[in-house]
């Protein structure tokens, strides 16, 4: 089974602070991904990478940067928290984008809280 | 631009049939639907791409109309189990240049209750 994990199911930090949120897949996908999600908005994509150390934006990428330095391994950091941050962040992984399967596999995602 | 779902929530008993549509402004190459159980993180039900064929999944299948640029759910005598929230995820052509179906759109999701 895909396994995603993320570093904290609960964070919560203060405006201004710098924040790091890390998923780690153990499949050997080459995709991954980072969404916001907030009620009535479903998921929004921020960032995607499809290989080591290449990233791409996604819908909403303001306020959020990302690294991936391993194949495994996603880090979504906000440079500068602030309060509309505050959301499910959640991580997927994806074998590939040009062959199956497609589907994505989610982590159990984090509640960030920004006060 | 997000696709649009409807309806945004639903209430069902259980062996009753629900109908989940997801409609699209932008030409869809791609359709994949996910249920997000309370608390848990969304799971894959299926996909549908272009020119393929109408999926299903024990008694949920979807379709897809690409002239409209609509897909449906179908959940046929609906369980317990099913209750949850909906989304889908649209992809188009726009990375690589070429038909892409990993980079997903999701649409807000729809509500599924399913009472006894």
């Known amino acids: 089974d895909v396994k995603v994990t993320q570093s904290s199911r609960y964070l919560v930090k203060r405006t201004g602070e710098k924040v790091f949120l890390e998923c780690v897949q153990d499949m050997d996908h080459e995709n991954m991904f980072w969404y916001r999600q907030d009620p009535g908005l479903g998921l929004r994509l921020i960032y995607f990478s499809y290989d080591v150390k290449m990233k791409e934006k996604g819908d909403i990428p303001e306020g959020y940067s990302v690294s991936r330095e391993k194949k495994e391994r996603f880090s979504l950091i906000l440079e500068s928290a602030s309060t509309n941050q505050t959301s499910m962040y959640l991580c997927?992984?994806?074998?590939?984008?040009?062959?199956?399967?497609?589907?994505?596999?989610f982590g159990p995602g984090t509640r960030l809280t920004v006060t | 631009q997000q696709p649009v779902q409807s309806p945004q929530a639903v209430i069902l008993r259980e062996g009753e049939d629900a109908v989940i549509n997801c409609s699209s402004s932008?030409?869809?190459?791609?359709v994949h639907w996910y249920r997000q159980k309370h608390g848990e993180a969304p799971v894959f039900l299926m996909i549908l791409l272009k020119g393929g064929e109408q999926k299903g999944h024990e008694k949920i299948s979807a379709s897809f109309n690409e002239k409209k640029q609509q897909s449906s759910l179908y959940l046929t005598a609906s369980q317990l189990s099913y209750s949850g929230t909906y989304f889908c995820?649209?992809?188009?052509?726009?990375?690589?240049?070429?038909?892409?179906?990993?980079?997903?759109?999701f649409g807000q999701g729809t509500t599924l209750q399913v009472k006894p």
């Open positions: 997927a992984s994806s074998l590939s984008f040009d062959r199956a399967p497609y589907e994505q596999y």
């Open positions: 932008k030409a869809l190459y791609s």
């Open positions: 995820g649209t992809g188009g052509r726009d990375f690589f240049g070429s038909s892409n179906t990993g980079k997903l759109i």
